[in-house]
């Protein structure tokens, strides 16, 4: 004996209606047009057990069938499952009478669960159940296929009816996006086409989901949880996660992306990031503890060198942007070399502790000798929300330094690591070094006007991206420009046909700056573009000036930055 739900408690009285009185003309014409699954089979997995809700006709549920799955129609009206059935005699055992909300008489797990057409005829109060019914007939890593009308000209949107009489609610694609994401769907794939049957005014939606395991945490969840909700011994975990967020935004190209799903990240370049989070810390004139440890020089295992690193330096110096510089253009008294590299050296002892034990419930990030594994959709994640969560990881940061004991005994607060930390972000803007390469030309020119920059009062050094946005003096953002014009610019970034319109001009100013400083300029265009060498030829300053160009796009479209041209 068939199973069934009690359809009548959820059904609308007018839609069930509609479709009992005609079933059979209603079978006929979906059977006569293409399924749609012709259009989006690609986009899922081949085989396995799949279910139909809302099988309606069968046509789709045949489909399936010819085409290797092991597949089963549920479908609430018992006057279209009798049409199916007398329309499709073999597909008699597939289709079953079921409905949701609950879906009563499916028994899953699903590799594939397809909802085509049915949820504009639910009322709101169903909409959870339905999608939570749907999860829990969906086994973890299966696809649910949620297909929608985006535009149906016939629908009122006053009464949610249609012409036929049936309840018909048009919603936004992301109110369903919503629904399924709260539960542990992550979308995949999203779909536009038009109607099946030919009819004008209607556009369908086909949003594809993922169900993830129950344990499994999306990549900004983890990420969150690190921030949130790990143990912490030392600041470590917090420098890691800045680190990353930074790289993935500014350099992203210095990931290689592997065949296990993983990218690799050398650790000389999280090595230097910390070295510039961790030296104002050192600097400041107050002992800042970093780590639970009681004994407060065991805190950070790089403290010592670091700190006598950045006295050695000195004040007299300038602060870390001079330093560098100075290190980039290998300009550093040997000494002072020396110590940098038993300093990096203690810094990547201490990167391995949070690359191995950062995550709750599972680990998420490996290492393969010097390089760090991260998952490639946690570094997506990295790449596209970086800049975001950096402020917060700084503010958890200065909160988890505020709470040490030692360094509330000593009057260290939150704001004392804030003020330290912005402090050093600003002090970092260092142009000094492209300066002097302008300065002694004879005739510069601006580089967004063309304009002769008659006195070197006029002339500003531009971060092409703005520091703003990137806190990045590598050479190749740094550009002559009108000070008024600069002025202009500000905090903008240039529309890409001006960069288009003026990309002889960059190219001229990047030779310049490769003459004078070639092993820094090198080193900053390699990591920023991924590659190995860079051989200062025609080749290459195209090849930077594709990379440079993608950041911008990538820049302008993810912070939603202004575009600019000169008045």
Not at 147 to 172: I, Q, V
Request: proline fraction near 5%; hydrophobic fraction near 40%; charged fraction near 25%.
């Amino acid at each position: 004996m068939e199973k069934t739900s009690d359809y009548s408690q959820y059904a609308d009285e007018r839609t069930s209606r509609y479709y009992a009185s005609r079933a059979e003309a209603i079978v006929d014409a979906y059977s006569a047009a293409e399924s749609p699954l012709e259009s989006i089979h690609s986009y899922l997995p081949s085989g396995g057990a799949c279910l139909d809700v809302g099988a309606g006709s069968g046509r789709d549920l045949l489909w399936l069938l010819k085409h290797g799955y092991r597949a089963v129609g549920a479908e609430p009206s018992a006057e279209l499952l009798a049409a199916a059935r007398k329309k499709y005699p073999q597909l008699r055992e597939q289709l079953v009478q079921a409905s949701l909300p609950d879906l009563a008489g499916v028994d899953g797990p699903f590799d594939i669960i397809l909802c085509n057409a049915v949820f504009q005829h639910l009322q709101d109060s169903l909409l959870f159940d339905s999608i939570f019914s749907i999860r829990r007939l969906l086994r973890p890593g299966g696809s649910f296929v949620l297909s929608l009308p985006l535009e149906y000209a016939d629908a009122d949107p006053a009464t949610h009816r249609d012409s036929k009489g049936r309840f018909f609610k048009l919603r936004p694609p992301e109110e369903y996006l919503y629904l399924a994401e709260r539960i542990g769907f992550v979308l995949r794939h999203r779909l536009e086409s038009d109607d099946s049957l030919g009819r004008e005014g209607i556009v369908w939606v086909t949003l594809i989901f993922e169900r993830i395991s129950g344990e499994a945490r999306r990549p900004i969840e983890k990420i969150e949880s690190v921030i949130r909700e790990d143990r912490k011994t030392n600041t470590y975990k917090f420098a890691l996660l800045r680190a990353l967020g930074e790289i993935a935004v500014t350099t992203p190209h210095a990931a290689r992306w592997q065949n296990d799903g993983y990218v690799s990240l050398s650790l000389d370049y999280l090595a230097e990031k910390w070295l510039e989070y961790y030296w104002p810390i050192m600097a400041n004139p107050s002992f800042i503890l970093q780590g639970a440890k009681s004994d407060q020089r065991a805190d950070i295992v790089f403290r010592d060198p670091l700190t006598e690193l950045v006295q050695c330096w000195g004040p007299q110096r300038g602060g870390l942007g001079t330093f560098k510089q100075a290190w980039l253009q290998g300009e550093l008294p040997s000494e002072l070399g020396s110590l940098l590299k038993i300093t990096l050296g203690k810094i990547k002892e201490g990167i391995k502790q949070p690359i191995r034990y950062a995550g709750t419930e599972e680990k998420i990030f490996d290492r393969n000798g010097a390089d760090i594994l991260i998952d490639q959709s946690l570094w997506r994640e990295f790449s596209l929300m970086g800049r975001w969560f950096e402020d917060s990881i700084i503010l958890q940061w200065a909160q988890y330094s505020a709470d040490l004991k030692t360094n509330q005994q000593n009057g260290i607060t939150a704001s004392t690591l804030l003020d330290t930390v912005f402090t050093a972000i600003e002090e970092r803007r260092e142009v000094s070094a492209a300066r002097q390469v302008y300065d002694e030309l004879d005739a510069p020119r601006c580089v967004w006007t063309d304009r002769p920059l008659l006195a070197s009062r006029s002339m500003a050094v531009d971060h092409v991206i703005p520091f703003s946005l990137w806190h990045n003096n590598n050479l190749w953002n740094l550009m002559p420009s009108d000070a008024k014009v600069n002025n202009q610019k500000r905090d903008k970034l240039p529309s890409r046909a001006l960069l288009s319109a003026r990309a002889p001009a960059l190219r001229i100013n990047w030779e310049l700056l490769y003459d004078r400083y070639r092993s820094r300029f090198a080193l900053e265009a390699k990591r920023f573009m991924g590659t190995a060498e860079f051989s200062g030829g025609r080749n290459s300053f195209d090849e930077l000036f594709r990379a440079f160009s993608e950041a911008v796009e990538v820049t302008a479209l993810q912070r939603s930055v202004p575009r600019w041209e000169p008045k």
